[in-house]
């Protein structure tokens, strides 16, 4: 079984910064795009940031310059590097993942999602 594991969220003021982590475990064979969305109350879920397994970056325009998302293919682990802050990036971010997993008898695409981790902004 693979699974998407998240950390690194909190309670920060405006202007601080964050680093969440997200790590993948289990039979996998591939992880192709990984990326960060995020979901504030009564919105609808949104693109935060993506990376391809080729490095080929894209930032939602309310977040380029202040947000940085890198992996680390060795260990199967997507970061963001959230600074300056501000009370409208709050909101529950989740991790997702498209990811090629196997087993002895096959190969099997799936997108996966993380369990999600608050990051509360205040003013």
């Known amino acids: 079984q693979v699974q998407l594991v998240e950390s690194g969220g909190g309670l920060v003021q405006a202007g601080g910064s964050l680093r969440l982590s997200c790590a993948a475990s289990g039979s996998i064979f591939r992880i192709n795009a990984m990326g960060w969305y995020r979901q504030a109350p009564g919105k609808q879920r949104e693109l935060v940031a993506t990376?391809?397994?080729?490095?080929?970056?894209n930032y939602a325009d309310s977040v380029k310059g202040r947000f940085t998302i890198s992996r680390d293919n060795a260990k199967n682990t997507v970061y963001l590097q959230m600074n300056s802050l501000k009370p409208e990036d709050t909101a529950v971010y989740y991790c997702?993942?498209?990811?090629?997993?196997?087993?002895?008898?096959?190969?099997?695409?799936?997108?996966?999602w993380g369990q999600g981790t608050q990051v509360t902004v205040s003013s």
């Open positions: 997702n993942a498209a990811v090629v997993s196997f087993s002895a008898t096959y190969y099997r695409s799936m997108e996966l």
């Open positions: 990376v391809s397994n080729s490095g080929s970056l």
